[in-house]
């Protein structure tokens, strides 16, 4: 419980240098993401199959493949969902103007189960990581070989 402690006090204070409110700098952090796994996809594959013994067709569709896409698909909408957003004024305001501007909130948990580890931990992360939020993974203890490569992936990639 120690290591997590200091894991969210260094997250809370990195969030506070305020560098995750950058667009360029969320969008930066997907790539290095989506870098990392095609390194790691091997490795995945096979932690993976020794862990839940999945095949590799099911292992890169399900988890790995999935993950990829929607690593894309965030990093291509993720200005236009960062933008602020236009919403009607009351008759008791006129001439004013309002918007509503997403702000990042902080630091977030993400605890993943042992059916889809990889998945389910990165998945909720790239959520986070386009929100300008910081996040602590907690990998399930049910499938050690994967969480093991979770941890070297996101220390590799975020040091």
């Not at 790691?40 to 590799?56: G, I, Q």
Request: include cysteine; charged fraction near 25%.
């Amino acid at each position: 419980m120690k290591n997590y402690h200091n894991l969210v006090r260094k997250q809370k204070m990195f969030f506070r240098t305020g560098k995750t409110k950058n667009i360029s700098y969320r969008l930066d952090a997907l790539h290095r993401l989506r870098t990392g796994i095609k390194r790691y996809e091997h490795k995945l594959l096979e932690a993976l199959k020794l862990d839940l013994n999945k095949s590799e067709y099911e292992a890169y569709t399900c988890e790995i493949g999935y993950v990829l896409e929607e690593i894309r698909f965030t990093s291509k909408h993720l200005r236009s969902w960062a933008k602020p957003q236009k919403v009607k004024t009351p008759i008791t305001h006129i001439g004013s103007k309002g918007y509503i501007y997403s702000e990042p909130y902080g630091v977030a948990l993400i605890i993943s189960p042992w059916n889809y580890p990889f998945q389910l931990a990165i998945a909720p992360l790239i959520g986070a990581i386009a929100a300008g939020n910081c996040a602590v993974l907690k990998p399930s203890e049910l499938t050690p070989k994967t969480s093991q490569l979770l941890e070297q992936l996101i220390k590799d990639i975020f040091p």
